[in-house]
């Protein structure tokens, strides 16, 4: 039970960033507005309860001696796959602090960043949070508490991955995965090969059709050379 909850905190921990990531990319471009930095902080909250909600289930079950061989490999699998997560919102926090200075809300916008991202992202925040809709107020210095706010929560996910790393000591390297390496490309490659082999075979290695109009092709060639080198002869 203690793997399907942590599975399922992963999984929820993955949706979250992978949102919160793509909140990001849009600041500074046309889509950029206090809508969402509002939806990015939300976002970027939710993705740290759920670390922690993640991390503390993890962390019991591979400090226990008594854990089988088979089902702590699982679990280190799921502990190299949170730290990852943790690590790919730690550098998006630090983007968004970064993106954030550079293009203030409420002073003389620089020229925007080209992003390719236009419109509003309320859609996929409300999806990562769970929620139907997100209603916002404007406040004047909200971009400039937030950001206030967002070193120190820089800080608190820079601790938590320290704290990881002493209590439990996993390396990467060590973890084996369950798939070979490259197993989605040799699978698409597998698929697509697959594809060919079935035309091949079922045109056959030399198509008749093809074969004889290569034939008759031939005997015509032939004929008017043959033609041509008697006219030669007779003038």
Known sequence: MAREECKALLDALNKATACYHHLVLTVGGSADSQNLREEMQKTRQKAQELAVATGAPLTTALRNKGLGAEERAEFER??????????????????????????????????LVRTGVEGGAAAVAARALSARSLRHEAERDFDVDDLRELEREILQVGKMIHDMEVKVNVPRWTVQSRQ???????????????????????TGPCDPSKALAATVFSAVLLAAVALVVCVAKLS
Not at 181 to 196: K, N, P, R
């Open 78 to 111: 799921l502990w190299v796959s949170f730290s990852g997560c943790l690590d790919l919102l730690e550098a998006d926090m630090r983007r968004a602090l970064a993106l954030g200075t550079a293009f203030s809300l409420h002073v003389p916008r620089r020229p």
């Open 180 to 202: 070979a390496a490259g197993a989605e490309l040799l699978s698409s490659a597998g698929v697509s090969s697959a594809g060919f082999v079935s035309t091949e075979e079922r």
